[in-house]
């Protein structure tokens, strides 16, 4: 299954409810968590919350910049708000690269299919955030 | 499906040495890379002390990129391997050069996505003319571990016939920040299980290994350096950056890992512990170990204390560890470690440690809840 979702300028913190929401009505809530894997795509994720996080060290100083943007930075960070918003505890990946590269996005299909064969996954969730 | 997997080549780019000869021959001696920075002093940071890699010279906002050709050049030195065209990519970092989303920050006219983790991917395929299947997975602390288990899997669906796969992470000013301000960081060191652990140092560097079928690096004379077996992954999904106290992600993640490979915990002689050495990632790993191995508790190292948590590429640094312990059969000795936590009650090792190393775990954690754990082995005839 995949979903496309939409960061745009957007922090990251206060894009994930309207992310997980758009998740919530294509995929419906998991019967069984355990059972799922998730793979977010994006090119995008953690950049808008890396630059804000440094112009904010810019303004006050290493010393005292507000930590709260750190864990945002990661690319990662919303393929982990996304499991602990379902209760996700299947694989959890975070690819980079263009989110429009077809050969690429298959890489993903392919690793999916195989976590699904090896694994016993009831689900994989595919996650393109623009 | 051809399902054996082996390691025929490492690349090391660390911060107690380049290449993995020095680095091991460092971490027996129990060295540490840790050294207090006078320019993160002036620059006002909380903590100046950090794992760095001071003998390697490259263009500051292509450092990662330049520190993963390095390891690649290293691990197809010694795999001895004419790489084909379709040899693929899989590659992991935290934030890829994170020093141009700092640029970007400061008003330089780029995009910081030409300098993520795809783009370093992209930049060893140019290197080496590569056309092959690229994957960049940006999975922070785990990200080497996952990028090896990706290649084994490309591997065993056919999709390609070599694999150059680990990760890279230069030093970045994000993470020292951002670190240190959430109170994670040990201006003394890292400590790993220690009871005396009181935080991370933040490292740098990069590991690149060679990955192939076994059947088809036998039939050109190469000679294996280990087995890849497994990979096991899981999620907590219970805190952006703390794992759950009772270790269940880690937990199944180690169980997949000995399930997939058809492996009895008991037969697991090593273990890589992540230890990170904060308070409660430590104590959760303990947790883990214990749910997974109860009283068959293997020997245990940890390498953060001697080369600092390099973010993305820790599990890659600490791979390429393993394989070379594999290979010497001898466990290293875990720097930083010397008291016994009572909490934890668990020991790591305090000298190189010589037995019969035939499987080994090597353990990762990662902020969003993320656990890796990928089992490996001495190469069977």
């Known amino acids: 299954m995949i979903c496309h979702v939409y960061l745009g300028e957007m922090l990251e913190k206060e894009a994930m409810p309207g992310i997980v929401e758009t998740i919530e009505k294509e995929f419906g809530r998991p019967s069984n968590s355990d059972a799922i894997g998730l793979y977010v795509v994006s090119n995008h994720i953690g950049t808008n919350s890396s630059i804000a996080f440094w112009k904010d060290v810019i303004q006050h100083g290493p010393a005292f910049a507000n930590p709260e943007l750190f864990p945002w930075t990661l690319a990662n960070s919303a393929c982990g708000y996304i499991a602990r918003h379902f209760g996700i505890t299947g694989p959890n990946y975070t690819y980079t690269c263009p989110p429009d590269h077809p050969e690429y996005i298959n890489e993903v299909v392919k690793q999916a299919a195989t976590d699904r064969e090896n694994l016993g996954l009831e689900e994989v969730w595919i996650i393109i955030i623009h | 499906m051809n399902n054996s997997i082996v390691i025929t080549g490492i690349g090391v780019v660390s911060p107690l040495g380049i290449g993995i000869d020095i680095l091991w021959n460092n971490l027996l001696q129990c060295k540490s890379s840790l050294q207090y920075f006078a320019e993160l002093d002036a620059a006002g940071y909380r903590n100046a002390y950090a794992c760095r890699v001071t003998n390697f010279e490259a263009p500051p906002i292509y450092r990662g990129a330049w520190m993963a050709l390095e390891a690649t050049r290293q691990a197809i030195t010694q795999s001895k391997i004419k790489l084909p065209e379709n040899a693929g990519i899989f590659l992991g970092s935290t934030l890829g050069e994170s020093m141009a989303y700092e640029m970007a920050a400061e008003g330089a006219d780029l995009n910081p996505e030409d300098y993520n983790t795809y783009s370093l991917a992209n930049a060893i395929a140019k290197a080496y003319s590569l056309s092959g299947p690229i994957q960049a997975l940006s999975t922070a602390c785990t990200a080497g571990n ?236």
């Open chain 2, 146 to 381: 996952y990028a090896v288990g990706a290649a084994m899997s490309s591997l065993q669906r056919g999709d390609t016939s070599v694999a150059i796969a680990g990760a890279t992470e230069p030093f970045s000013r994000i993470a020292m920040v951002g670190f240190t301000r959430s109170r994670a960081m040990a201006a003394d060191g890292c400590k790993p299980f220690d009871a005396n652990r009181n935080g991370m140092s933040l490292g740098e560097g990069a590991a690149i290994f060679i990955l192939e079928r076994k059947a088809d690096a036998i039939q050109r004379g190469a000679k294996p350096l280990s087995e890849v077996y497994s990979l096991g992954l899981s999620c907590d999904a219970y805190h952006p950056t703390s794992p759950h106290p009772d270790g269940r992600g880690l937990t199944r993640a180690m169980n997949t890992a000995l399930q997939s490979a058809k492996v009895n915990a008991g037969d697991i002689d090593w273990v890589n512990i992540h230890g990170s050495g904060t308070k409660v990632s430590d104590a959760a790993e303990a947790l883990a170990l214990k749910n997974v191995f109860k009283k068959n508790m293997p020997l245990l190292s940890g390498s953060k204390g001697a080369i600092g948590h390099a973010l993305g590429a820790a599990s890659a640094l600490e791979l390429a560890i393993c394989v070379k312990g594999i290979a010497a059969q001898t466990i290293p000795p875990t720097a930083g470690y010397s008291t016994r936590d009572t909490g934890i009650a668990l020991d790591c090792t305090k000298e190189p440690v010589q037995k019969e190393i035939r499987l080994v775990l090597n353990n990762a954690s990662a902020f969003g809840g993320l656990n890796a754990s990928l089992l490996l082995g001495a190469c069977t005839s």
